[in-house]
């Protein structure tokens, strides 16, 4: 059962990242720095600095360039992707009232689709991009498209797409099998993948791609770009997700960690499995472990076996009633939030969790990180392990 965590440090600014061992340089001060400028008054209003790989994705953007995004967790992925397309729309803007011309308040038709891999980051995606939108003054309509949004709002999707829309590979699979999709995405200019090592190699990577490939058919001029903490092969994972339809460049951000793997086993180690198959005969480790930190993520690999060690932990500490969650995708909406929360709040003890908690949502680093059992790759461990501070 490894156990996660490294030196504890301060959490950066929203997502705005630590500058750690990238291999860019400061952003020189060239004739592009006006562009960028409207973005970097931004940061600076909310107590950031943009990082050198922010930036160099925000200039390959605005050149017409897809890309791979390859830093470590919380160092600024997604501000990264979202400034990309915030740019080039306030120079739109400036363009238009140069000529005199008002700037319409009404969505222009889907520009940016940003898929997810789990539905329960698409809540947190959705804030933090919604807050650029609104402090740059850009009339956009942001909206979800996954198996939690209300009937509602999917039936005015179906008369006519948001500026922005966050989807699952699966809900955009539907979109495009609708009569009416291709006039609908006629003015798409980007898609961002978040956190594409979740995606590439399985099932649902083949499905991504699947749905990129009718997007590049339609609109050839497509921008792809993908976010990723763990990933080996930077060059596959980046052919992969361009299909080589525009130029594509690797951008490096903060990568560098260092981590602490302990490996928890039973003093006696039984010819068939222990009982229950899912290492609850570790029980007492595991509740002196998370006794002994301040905050704790206690992994899984299934819902089942979530909901099985949190009434475990529960029965063995009935004291921590209130301080002690469980989060996975089959819950609540308003559920998974309050975890969420908690989490940012510093209330919650420990938190049993499948890979909802995993990625791309938004909150302090913790104590320690423990995996139950067998993680289902090296990549998903260290994508795991980095959410200890």
Same mark, same amino acid.
């Given at each position: 059962?490894?156990?996660?965590?490294?030196?504890?440090?301060?959490?950066?600014?929203?997502?705005?990242?630590?500058?750690?061992?990238?291999?860019?340089?400061?952003?020189?001060?060239?004739?592009?720095?006006?562009?960028?400028?409207?973005?970097?008054?931004?940061?600076?209003?909310?107590?950031?600095?943009?990082?050198?790989?922010?930036?160099?994705?925000?200039?390959?953007?605005?050149?017409?360039?897809?890309?791979?995004?390859?830093?470590?967790?919380?160092?600024?992925?997604?501000?990264?992707?979202?400034?990309?397309?915030?740019?080039?729309?306030?120079?739109?803007?400036?363009?238009?009232?140069?000529?005199?011309?008002?700037?319409?308040?009404?969505?222009?038709?889907?520009?940016?689709?940003?898929?997810?891999?789990?539905?329960?980051?698409?809540?947190?995606?959705?804030?933090?991009?919604?807050?650029?939108?609104?402090?740059?003054?850009?009339?956009?309509?942001?909206?979800?498209?996954?198996?939690?949004?209300?009937?509602?709002?999917?039936?005015?999707?179906?008369?006519?797409?948001?500026?922005?829309?966050?989807?699952?590979?699966?809900?955009?699979?539907?979109?495009?099998?609708?009569?009416?999709?291709?006039?609908?995405?006629?003015?798409?200019?980007?898609?961002?993948?978040?956190?594409?090592?979740? /995606?590439?190699?399985?099932?649902?990577?083949? =499905? +991504? &791609? @699947?749905?990129?490939?009718? *997007?590049?058919?339609?609109? !050839?001029?497509?921008?792809?770009?993908?976010?990723?903490?763990?990933?080996?092969?930077?060059?596959?994972?980046?052919?992969?997700?361009?299909?080589?339809?525009?130029?594509?460049?690797?951008?490096?951000?903060?990568?560098?960690?260092?981590?602490?793997?302990?490996?928890?086993?039973?003093?006696?180690?039984?010819?068939?499995?222990?009982?229950?198959?899912?290492?609850?005969?570790?029980?007492?480790?595991?509740?002196?472990?998370?006794?002994?930190?301040?905050?704790? /993520?206690?992994?899984?690999?299934?819902?089942? =076996? +979530? &909901? @099985?060690?949190?009434?475990? *932990?529960?029965?063995?500490? !009935?004291?921590?009633?209130?301080?002690?969650?469980?989060?996975?995708?089959?819950?609540?909406?308003?559920?998974?939030?309050?975890?969420?929360?908690?989490?940012?709040?510093?209330?919650?003890?420990?938190?049993?969790?499948?890979?909802?908690?995993?990625?791309?949502?938004?909150?302090?680093?913790?104590?320690?990180?423990?995996?139950?059992?067998?993680?289902?790759?090296?990549?998903?461990?260290?994508?795991?392990?980095?959410?200890?501070?």
């Amino acid at each position: 059962m490894p156990r996660a965590k490294r030196p504890r440090t301060p959490k950066p600014a929203a997502d705005a990242g630590t500058d750690v061992a990238t291999d860019v340089g400061p952003a020189p001060m060239d004739a592009s720095a006006a562009l960028l400028a409207p973005l970097r008054a931004w940061f600076a209003s909310k107590g950031w600095q943009p990082f050198a790989f922010q930036e160099e994705v925000w200039r390959v953007y605005l050149a017409g360039e897809s890309g791979l995004v390859h830093a470590t967790t919380g160092t600024g992925k997604t501000y990264a992707a979202w400034g990309g397309p915030l740019l080039r729309a306030l120079a739109e803007q400036q363009q238009l009232l140069a000529q005199g011309k008002t700037v319409p308040q009404k969505s222009p038709g889907l520009k940016v689709l940003w898929l997810t891999p789990l539905r329960a980051l698409a809540a947190d995606t959705e804030k933090a991009l919604q807050e650029a939108l609104v402090d740059l003054k850009i009339p956009w309509l942001l909206e979800r498209r996954t198996g939690d949004t209300s009937a509602t709002t999917r039936r005015h999707q179906r008369e006519r797409l948001p500026t922005a829309l966050i989807t699952t590979p699966e809900s955009l699979s539907l979109l495009l099998a609708r009569a009416d999709s291709r006039q609908q995405l006629a003015g798409l200019e980007s898609v961002v993948i978040d956190e594409w090592h979740e /995606l590439l190699g399985g099932k649902r990577g083949t =499905q +991504t &791609e @699947l749905c990129l490939a009718r *997007l590049r058919e339609w609109q !050839p001029a497509v921008q792809v770009w993908g976010l990723s903490a763990t990933l080996g092969n930077l060059e596959h994972a980046l052919d992969v997700l361009t299909g080589h339809s525009t130029p594509a460049r690797i951008v490096h951000g903060a990568t560098s960690k260092s981590y602490e793997i302990e490996s928890m086993i039973p003093p006696v180690i039984e010819r068939f499995p222990w009982a229950g198959h899912l290492g609850i005969r570790l029980l007492p480790q595991v509740v002196e472990r998370i006794a002994a930190a301040r905050s704790t /993520l206690v992994f899984t690999n299934t819902r089942a =076996q +979530t &909901e @099985l060690w949190y009434q475990a *932990l529960l029965k063995a500490r !009935p004291d921590w009633a209130g301080e002690l969650a469980l989060h996975h995708g089959s819950l609540d909406q308003d559920v998974r939030r309050w975890v969420e929360q908690g989490l940012r709040d510093g209330k919650l003890k420990a938190v049993v969790c499948t890979s909802s908690l995993d990625l791309g949502v938004d909150f302090s680093p913790v104590d320690q990180v423990l995996q139950i059992g067998s993680p289902k790759g090296v990549a998903r461990l260290l994508q795991r392990a980095g959410r200890a501070g």
